[in-house]
């Protein structure tokens, strides 16, 4: 019973006001519907004693008639009043066949939209230890059968209902009659327990291996290459075809139950109902009218009650993706990042490092940072690899934050800015280029409107980067379609994009890490030509290991286990710092 109001409650977060509305048109529905039977035993009575037998005040449904409905149970009158009373029970159906499918729909929106702002706000930090194949399940499979359990859950809450009202009218009928089917009812619901648990069982167990399917399909793909050049490919195919054979057993499970379920259904209320005839009949001598009423009625009942009991384990079935959409969407909420509420309104000063350390799940990667950075500067930072170069540019971005110490921009602490107004201000080129699966003109202005301005300034970056003579070769040339993740790029072709991307953006502060890596020297060597030319307009922080590409920077800061050793221009360095000398003479330069 808890366990249904737990689930009542998720779905109430989403839906308010929707789900009492649902109650009460099934409340409508039902009604409706067990008055029109209950009109059948005047009927009965009609039909048997003719019309001159004296229906009135002889049964509680005739009293009924003629006190609440004003109407004397003659038969085209108690005809007529069955076809109205269906016909309206016909109307309101409708409307909760409507509202159920409105609000399903509205519902599956409000989960999604909220999914993607709580997955927007999900702080780097935790994003790195997050299961890529769970966040993409929940997203797309998930949502849907979550969106099921919502059908299956409101079916069997609409069928509750109806049993609800049943059971109270044949109550009225025939209080001793219905007493005994709804205990038989009862106890039938208690034996079939262990066969919910089970469903639940092994919904769980879907859930939590079509996440690792997911998983496994997403390498597959992202590693496509290597997978099909090194041979591993079958190796990981039959890896996923052993994840859909256990998918399939387990779905194949539930389903049995199911069936078993509905195969029981009209047997066990078969049953129930001659068990308590034969008593009624036997031990007790009651008016037959009511018996056959309350029948009536009660069969009806204990039909929606199977099928609520049916919807019900349709809904356990999928309960194990309700479970995990919760647990989910709670992750994702105590993993929100901070945001503070001061806009960004672009660097005027300085970037100040504090006494920053950061910590990766308690081992600290950077101790004590103390730097300036000031505006338009070009700052480059080298250093072994783990030395914490990359942090440290996370740590400017408000990607990740410090644990000891503070980063300041202006003045003003990084933790209080309002971080879309910090990022929409921040170009970053990484080794790992981002290629979306769109057109080379959306991917550099990140689907822009192709006005005449956009196309001069795509122009414009294109040409910064060095990639204007290859699209220009292309036969649809800005219009190519890249394939997924640029698989039909060459490395230093999608590098160039990505800083072409970038540059579109004429942000404050240029972030690059290793941004060239992956260019051959002549081509690296025009990009830095446009990088040069960039000097002095914007902040440039960049990450190199090619010591020749840095010459020119203002401040070379030299990083080593997470500390600063040294910071100077080139030309500084090289007279004072030994370790550099070394690291120039290494690139033979
Ligand atoms: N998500 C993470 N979880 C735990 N440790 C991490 C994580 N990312 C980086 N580290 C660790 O932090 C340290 C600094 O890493 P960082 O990437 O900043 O170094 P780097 O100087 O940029 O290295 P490289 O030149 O190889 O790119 C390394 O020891 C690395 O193992």
Same mark, same amino acid.
Do not use: C
């Given at each position: ?84 009373? &269906? ?29 993607? %702002? ?5 702080? &780097? ?5 997050? %299961? ?38 044949? &109550? ?61 490919? =079958? ?27 509905? +195969? ?11 068990? !308590? ?18 029948? @009536? ?9 199977? $099928? ?25 909420? !105590? ?16 970037? $100040? ?16 940072? =103390?730097?300036?950075? =000031? ?5 480059? @930072? ?12 996370? @740590? ?49 202005? &990140? ?26 070769? @292309? ?22 994009? !990505? ?18 890596? +992956? ?28 010591? !020749?590409?840095?010459?020119?920077? %203002? ?35």
């Amino acid at each position: 019973m808890k366990n249904k109001f737990r689930y009542f409650s998720y779905f109430y977060k989403y839906l308010g006001y929707r789900l009492w509305i649902t109650f009460f048109v099934s409340l409508f529905v039902g009604l409706l519907d067990g008055i029109g039977l209950a009109l059948f035993l005047p009927l009965l009575k009609l039909v048997t004693n003719g019309e001159t037998g004296d229906p009135s005040g002889e049964d509680p449904v005739s009293e009924f008639v003629v006190s609440y409905l004003g109407v004397f149970p003659t038969l085209i009158n108690i005809l007529g009043l069955i076809l109205i009373f &269906f016909s309206l029970k016909g109307i309101a159906k409708f409307l909760e066949g409507y509202i159920r499918v409105k609000y399903q729909q509205y519902f599956m929106s409000r989960l999604r939209i909220s999914n993607i %702002d709580l997955l927007n706000s999900y702080e &780097f930090k935790h994003f790195v230890k997050a %299961d890529v194949g769970r966040i993409q399940n929940t997203f797309t499979g998930e949502v849907s059968k979550v969106n099921t359990a919502l059908r299956y859950y409101f079916k069997s809450f609409q069928y509750g209902v109806l049993v609800l009202v049943y059971v109270i009218m044949a &109550f009225i009928a025939d209080p001793l009659f219905s007493f005994m089917v709804v205990a038989g009812g009862i106890l039938v619901n208690f034996l079939f327990k262990e066969l919910y648990k089970r469903t639940k069982y092994f919904s769980r167990k879907l859930t939590s291996q079509n996440h690792t399917f997911q998983d496994l399909l997403i390498q597959k793909v992202a590693f496509f290459k290597y997978l099909k050049t090194t041979g591993l490919n =079958d190796a990981f195919g039959r890896m996923l075809k052993n994840k859909v054979k256990v998918l399939e057993r387990l779905q194949l499970r539930i389903g049995i139950i199911d069936s078993l379920l509905a +195969a029981l259904r009209e047997p066990v209320v078969v049953l129930i109902i001659a068990i !308590a005839i034969y008593l009624q009949v036997g031990y007790f001598s009651n008016d037959a009218g009511l018996v056959i009423l309350s029948l @009536l009625l009660l069969y009806r009942a204990l039909t929606f009650f199977m $099928s609520t009991q049916e919807q019900w384990n349709f809904f356990l079935g999928v309960s194990g993706s309700l479970e995990n959409m919760e647990n989910f969407s709670e992750e994702l909420k !105590a993993g929100k990042e901070i945001n503070g509420n001061l806009n960004f309104i672009g660097l005027q000063k300085t970037i $100040s490092f504090n006494k920053v350390s950061f910590n990766y799940d308690g081992k600290e990667v950077l101790h004590d940072i =103390d730097l300036n950075i =000031d505006k338009n500067e070009t700052v480059a @930072l080298v250093g072994p690899s783990g030395s914490g170069k990359s942090t440290f540019i996370g @740590l400017i971005s408000g990607l990740l934050r410090p644990s000891k110490g503070e980063v300041l921009i202006d003045g003003t602490a990084l933790t209080d800015l309002n971080l879309s107004s910090l990022k929409s201000r921040i170009g970053y080129v990484s080794q790992d280029v981002n290629v979306f699966n769109d057109t080379i003109f959306n991917n550099v202005t &990140f689907w822009a409107e192709k006005t005449s301005e956009n196309l001069k300034r795509y122009e414009t970056a294109v040409k910064k980067a060095a990639i204007d003579s290859f699209i220009n070769e @292309l036969s649809m040339k800005e219009e190519t379609l890249l394939g997924n993740n640029g698989i039909n790029l060459s490395g230093g072709q999608k590098q160039r994009l !990505a800083i072409a991307r970038e540059l579109y953006k004429e942000v404050d502060l240029l972030l690059m890490d290793e941004a060239t890596s +992956a260019l051959d020297g002549e081509t690296e060597a025009i990009i830095q030509q446009h990088i040069e030319k960039l000097k002095g307009s914007l902040t440039i922080i960049v990450i190199a290991h090619r010591l !020749a590409t840095i010459k020119n920077a %203002d401040k070379i800061v030299i990083l080593k286990n997470g500390k600063i050793q040294e910071v100077g221009s080139y030309k500084d360095l090289m007279e004072r710092s030994k370790e550099f000398k070394e690291m120039t003479a290494l690139q033979n330069l």
